[in-house]
């Protein structure tokens, strides 16, 4: 699975935003992301893609998915 497609379906889970609705560009402000979900949504995918990222700073799924592309 791609990165960007796990993201939709993840931030989808923890918010329930329609996937349709979420893009590359949407920040985690914009999805009503708090700190947990965050936390929630790094940990899925670590484990989805067998990463790590320590203390992974990002405020756009895209962000995020270029953390996971070059861990």
């Known amino acids: 699975?791609?990165?960007y497609a796990f993201l939709r379906r993840a931030v989808h889970d923890l918010v329930g935003i329609p996937e349709e609705e979420i893009t590359p560009e949407s920040t985690t402000e914009e999805l009503k992301l708090d700190s947990f979900d965050v936390e929630e949504l790094v940990l899925d995918v670590e484990n989805e893609f067998d990463v790590f990222?320590?203390?992974?700073k990002f405020t756009t799924l895209s962000e995020l998915a270029d953390l996971v592309a070059a861990a």
């Open 1 to 3: 699975m791609d990165i």
């Open 53 to 56: 990222l320590p203390e992974p």
